[in-house]
């Protein structure tokens, strides 16, 4: 009796341990995971003791744990190193003109807006141009354009010829064929002011003069 009592004691402790063995094990480390192995170890039935192959399949899936943990460190650095070279090659653009999907575009008291819009079949296209209250302004008419990057220029004058105010404008891209009219998402160009990382698994951020952050993907060529 006094064998039985002992082996179900030895068995409990060895089931309790192996669960949270099992449980815990994609998430603790090496030395935790090495010393739930031995309490088990310990703790186990005197009577039947884990076999060979029990034991060597624990060791193979801690070894698969442990390889993917060291995996996942090498993915991270590479990550890292991935994320470092981009912002290098990104510090570059820093001062220059780029084009970006934007919706608006910004008017200086004596320049133009800059833009265009990427077609995906021919069209009639035109470019509506609207205050910040919604109000159109101008309308730009380029007529009909083939497949491919269609470029716009707003010169900042209004329906009635005059100078429209300083500051930022809404673009809309009319793109028409055979009667029916849809929205082309607009490119704007604006100068490149500073970059900011994003972090592990984070998009870098670039800030544009007068309009904002963008992420880095929104960058469809430079000027």
Do not use: C
Not at 35 to 63: K, S, V, W, Y
Not at 109 to 128: E, K, R, Y
Not at 197 to 209: A, D, H, K, P, S
């Amino acid at each position: 009796m006094a064998i039985n009592a002992y082996s179900d004691i030895g068995l409990a402790t060895a089931q309790s341990a192996a669960n949270q063995a099992n449980k815990d094990k994609k998430s603790l480390g090496q030395d935790e995971f090495l010393e739930l192995m031995t309490t088990q170890l310990r703790n186990q039935d005197p009577m039947e003791p884990m076999d060979n192959g029990e034991f060597l399949a624990q060791i193979a899936q801690f070894g698969t744990v442990n390889g993917v943990n060291e995996l996942l460190v090498s993915f991270q650095d590479l990550a890292a190193n991935l994320q470092s070279s981009q912002a290098l090659q990104a510090s570059n653009l820093i001062g220059h003109q780029v084009l970006v999907e934007h919706d608006e575009g910004y008017l200086s008291a004596t320049g133009m807006v800059q833009g265009a819009a990427d077609l995906g079949s021919s069209a009639d296209v035109a470019v509506n141009i609207y205050d910040l209250s919604g109000q159109v302004v101008n309308r730009i008419e380029l007529g009909a354009q083939s497949p491919g990057l269609v470029p716009f220029i707003w010169d900042g004058t209004t329906f009635g010829g005059e100078r429209a105010a300083a500051g930022r404008y809404r673009i809309e891209v009319e793109a028409t064929r055979f009667g029916e009219s849809e929205s082309i998402t607009p490119m704007v160009a604006s100068t490149v002011t500073s970059l900011t990382l994003g972090g592990i698994g984070r998009e870098m951020q670039v800030e544009l003069e007068n309009l904002g952050q963008i992420p880095f993907s929104q960058i469809n060529q430079i000027l």
